[in-house]
């Protein structure tokens, strides 16, 4: 009996999803390229680009959002895969720190800013420890605007605090999909964890890798409210500009151009990824 076709099934079930991204993500961001291609009168203009461009805040927006992902990326890479590695472990309490682990994705943003904020305001705990132990004489100012790398400092820490578990549950995922057999195989050929970890779990971990990195590097590049709620005013990162200009300065033409700016590298890191990391279908392709 010949077999069946799935016919227009899979359409179907896409449908709604499709549906779904056409109407609050699709339109939307149309909707914001063409407020970026528009002056205040609506007329078609590159005017609210160059504002941006040529903006005093703009240079050291950007800077200081890619300083964050170069400094956040890789730290929460190393810190996922540890994590993830100890929670595929199998060892006895192993899965229990799968929760641990994933508190923090309980906490919201603004919550791990504030949070952190509390840390290092010049009463928090750090100074209390610091003085405390005698270290300290009195409190030091961490949080100054005139000292920019406490500031980047305090939000690197709680951006990894905060997100470190969402690339490890994927990388979780990633390992599970791993057949044993590759490292028992490894094993018995006196393979070590770091000679498993690059020549084993990283090149089957490429899909996982993906994933995780263009998931967390689309976030960073829109992290806004652990920054407002640490630094203020004092560190200016691409989606602070864009609140800015539409909440301070009521211009949503700038602001829809700092939000296609943040889309265009988000793709552009995509892409990147997506040719650095290439999976065994895509090499095959």
Do not use: C
Request: proline residues 5%.
């Amino acid at each position: 009996m010949p077999r069946r076709g799935l016919g227009w099934a899979p359409y179907v079930l896409l449908l709604p999803s499709l549906v779904y991204m056409a109407i609050f993500f699709a339109a939307p961001m149309l909707q914001s390229f063409a407020l970026a291609l528009q002056d205040r009168a609506g007329n078609w203009s590159l005017v609210s680009i160059e504002r941006m461009v040529t903006d005093a805040q703009f240079e050291r927006a950007l800077i200081t959002t890619l300083v964050l992902l170069l400094l956040v990326i890789p730290i929460q890479f190393v810190l996922a895969m540890s994590m993830a590695l100890i929670v595929n472990s199998r060892l006895r309490g192993s899965g229990l720190w799968l929760y641990v682990f994933a508190l923090p994705l309980g906490v919201s943003e603004l919550a791990a800013g504030i949070i952190w904020f509390s840390i290092f305001t010049e009463r928090g705990w750090l100074n209390s420890l610091l003085t405390g132990l005698g270290i300290l004489e009195q409190p030091y100012v961490f949080l100054n605007p005139q000292e920019p790398f406490w500031l980047i400092f305090a939000v690197v820490l709680a951006e990894a605090w905060r997100a470190t578990a969402i690339i490890m549950i994927i990388l979780v995922a990633g390992l599970q999909s791993i057949p044993r057999d590759y490292l028992e195989a490894a094993d018995v050929l006196g393979a070590s964890l770091f000679q498993k970890i690059r020549h084993v779990i990283l090149p089957l971990l490429r899909p996982a890798l993906q994933t995780a990195l263009i998931l967390r590097t689309i976030l960073a590049f829109q992290v806004f409210a652990t920054v407002i709620a640490i630094a203020g005013r004092g560190l200016n990162v691409l989606a602070a500009e864009a609140y800015r200009w539409y909440g301070d300065i009521r211009d949503v033409h700038v602001a829809a151009s700092y939000a296609g700016l943040i889309l265009l590298l988000s793709v552009a890191a995509t892409v990147i990824y997506l040719w650095l990391l290439p999976t065994r279908e895509e090499q095959l392709a």
